[in-house]
């Protein structure tokens, strides 16, 4: 993924913010980006831009070699089910769901598989996150951490070029957030992924492969 003089403003009239002001930004596969900074300082709605869910006000986005940023709402959003994974500080699983449906569902939506690749697969994700013996219960009958962990197996579920995660670990204990960051950080190494991550926690930007400090709405300190 590669992002070039991005620009953004919100609101609007005397409201006007410019929050991103001509930021540059690549990221390559197996390798893990941690974005900082203070709050309001731009960080998520960069992460929000390269994953094509808000478009900039100027500036490129590409994804593999092919530009995305202002495409059309069906490119984007095929590109989204095809490209990235998200994982954000909230888990939104679909909590009258079973584990293992929740991480079918992205995998339904794209129609790449049949229905028993699927199932295999989704089985094999929940494994990997330490999973496979709670893959029938409920959003409701999970922990935190646990619904974290199947909210990294459905990040990944379509096997995405791009994992971007906005304060994965914000809402868990030490041991937990560990435990998640781990889990990220593997799994998308092993599967050759690039990981973009949104940090206030220091222990976890420190052990990313690159931090990208941010202030008022660029990049600083590179």
Request: aromatic share 4%; proline share 4%.
């Amino acid at each position: 993924m590669r992002c070039a003089g991005l620009q953004r403003y919100l609101g609007h009239d005397e409201g006007r913010v410019h929050v991103l002001k001509g930021v540059s930004f690549e990221a390559e596969r197996g390798q893990v980006y941690a974005i900082v900074g203070p709050s309001g300082c731009g960080k998520s709605t960069l992460l929000y831009l390269l994953g094509l869910l808000d478009q900039p006000d100027a500036g490129t986005i590409e994804i593999n070699g092919q530009r995305m940023s202002n495409s059309d709402d069906a490119a984007r959003t095929a590109a989204r089910g095809a490209h990235i994974g998200f994982v954000f500080q909230f888990h939104f699983l679909m909590l009258e769901f079973t584990a293992l449906e929740n991480v079918l569902m992205p995998m339904r939506k794209l129609g790449r598989l049949t229905p028993a690749q699927m199932e295999t697969r989704a089985h094999a994700l929940l494994e990997s996150v330490g999973l496979g013996a709670k893959t029938h219960r409920l959003g409701t009958q999970l922990s935190g951490g646990e619904q974290q962990r199947v909210a990294i197996a459905r990040a990944l579920a379509n096997e995405p070029t791009i994992l971007l995660a906005d304060e994965p670990t914000g809402n868990l204990d030490v041991k937990n957030s560990a435990m998640v960051f781990d889990l990220l950080t593997r799994l998308a190494k092993d599967h050759g992924q690039a990981v973009v991550l949104v940090t206030h926690n220091p222990e976890i930007a420190a052990r990313c492969d690159v931090t990208r400090p941010m202030r008022d709405g660029v990049f600083i300190g590179t």
